[in-house]
């Protein structure tokens, strides 16, 4: 028989990896969950994992958008009675691209196999989450799968509106930022050097400030190349830091101390902890299981590891909110809803409302930053240009009065 390498979350809120020697995958997660654990990966051992460039450039079967379409549809063919396979059949049709309808194809045929849904999803590549995975897992435990569908529907919708709110804020700023350099670049390579001879008759009579603009055009003429060289070994250099686990900690930690940036992050971060938790526990996930899985949601592995301390906090029976909040890491009055939720045993609820609170906030932040941020770039850009056009002007001004 062939071995797999797993990978689970134990009822403590461990994380269990090791090899297992079974006829399928299937086998595999039928065998943690009899042992009450909740399964996150099964592979076989000799199969790949690393990276390659085809994966780099495969385009996925299923965009998120697609991939929310999917469920809702998948969640209302299920609430009105259709069996499993059926409603997959119906839904074989919906995909605009041949693979994803391929894709949707093999979940059917895996499920009319005995299959468990969750498995046949785990087995497309990585086009579904692992969080959503092992939610439809939980579904399928408890008997809700409708319910689930619908609830991770709602959970990946938010979460897509959340990720574009941000993306979308960014665009505007990196757009005007982008032009300041290109109309910069322009002046400083193109119009300045048109101007050179005339400034050569004044000699060493020039205006420092003309000397310092022909300085700077002149290193953009003639070391461009080593310009673009350093560029790239910078980009480099940063993604090589990042890529280690003590310099991105480090790297992170400054950008939450970063005022209203960090403030940014923290209600970002503290908004998806808040809805992935909250949809876990509604499908009947422990806590501590919970915990586990939603702390891979986060990008910022400081707040990341505050989560992982606070799962262990609450395995020697300390209350939700309290753990979380001794790392400090998360909103004051994120705590205090949560203290509440615990309190009138409707914990999952009030993470929802944790959620909503904060998706809300961090628009209108993202609103208010831009507000400001959008003025002080067109300032900026007005100050280079005038700087760069003084410095044209009061030669031509010089020499004017020579003549006269």
């Known amino acids: 028989m062939p071995m797999f390498r797993y990978k689970a979350v134990a009822p403590t809120g461990e994380t269990l990896t090791g090899q297992m020697e079974a006829a399928s995958r299937e086998d595999v997660v039928a065998r943690l969950q009899d042992g009450g654990n909740l399964p996150i990966e099964a592979v076989e051992a000799g199969a790949g994992g690393g990276f390659s460039f085809e994966q780099l450039l495969r385009r996925p079967a299923m965009s998120e958008t697609q991939i929310v379409m999917f469920t809702q549809q998948l969640s209302t063919l299920l609430g009105a009675g259709q069996p499993l396979d059926r409603a997959l059949q119906m839904l074989s049709e919906q995909p605009d691209s041949e693979e994803g309808r391929r894709m949707v194809e093999r979940i059917k045929d895996a499920v009319r196999g005995g ?32 319910d689930t569908l ?55 009579n020039l205006p420092l400030i003309t000397k310092v603009v022909l300085a700077i055009a002149g290193v953009l003429q003639g070391f461009w190349w080593l310009i673009l060289i350093a560029i790239g070994v910078a980009v480099w250099w940063v993604n090589q830091q990042w890529a280690n686990p003590e310099t991105r900690t480090t790297m992170e930690l400054r950008l939450l101390a970063l005022g209203k940036v ?55 029976g300390s209350g939700l909110a309290f753990a979380l909040g001794a790392s400090k890491r998360f909103p004051r009055l994120a705590l205090q809803m949560i203290a509440v939720g615990e309190e009138a045993g409707e914990l999952d609820g009030m993470l929802m409302k944790v959620a909503d609170t904060y998706d809300t906030d961090v628009r209108n932040s993202i609103e208010r930053l831009l507000a400001a941020l959008v003025p002080v770039l067109t300032v900026v850009m007005a100050v280079l240009i005038g700087f760069i056009m003084l410095a044209i002007i009061l030669p031509i001004l010089d020499m004017s009065s020579l003549v006269e």
């Open 115 to 146: 299959t468990t849904l969750s498995s046949a999803l785990e087995q497309q590549h990585g086009v579904f989450s692992r969080l959503y995975v092992n939610m439809v897992r939980a579904g399928e435990v408890s008997g809700s799968l409708t």
């Open 150 to 204: 619908r609830r991770l529907a709602d959970y990946l919708e938010r979460s897509r509106q959340l990720k574009g709110t941000v993306i979308n804020a960014m665009i505007y700023p990196a757009i005007l930022i982008a032009l300041v350099i290109l109309a910069l670049v322009t002046l400083m390579v193109y119009v300045v050097p048109n101007f050179e001879p005339i400034f050569t008759e004044l000699g060493d």
């Open 262 to 316: 960090g403030e940014l992050m923290q209600k970002v971060e503290t908004a998806r902890l808040a809805r992935t938790l909250g949809t876990l526990l509604h499908n009947g996930v422990p806590l501590l299981n919970g915990l586990s899985i939603a702390k891979n949601v986060l990008g910022n592995t400081v707040l990341a590891a505050a989560v992982e301390a606070a799962a262990n906090e609450v395995k020697t």
